[in-house]
């Protein structure tokens, strides 16, 4: 699956907080065109929205391979 445009750019961006120990959380969204909240979210290790198992799952990968 291809990493889409803003993620990106949120990678590009936590790369940057990581080199420049003076950037700020806000600076670097902004430089970088992404949510300021998003991007603290990514600093503090939570995970995006498309990578997190959905509540609503019945059953455990194991099961459904075996199903298919």
Do not use: F, H, W
Not at 28 to 38: G, L, M, N, Q, S
């Amino acid at each position: 699956m291809p990493i889409s445009l803003n993620e990106a750019d949120i990678i590009l961006a936590l790369r940057a907080l990581e080199r420049d120990k003076n950037l700020s959380v806000r600076r670097a969204a902004e430089i970088y065109k992404v949510c300021d909240r998003t991007l603290g979210y990514r600093r503090a290790s939570m995970p995006s929205q498309r990578d997190i198992l959905a509540n609503s799952r019945k059953l455990t990968d194991l099961e459904e391979k075996t199903i298919v």
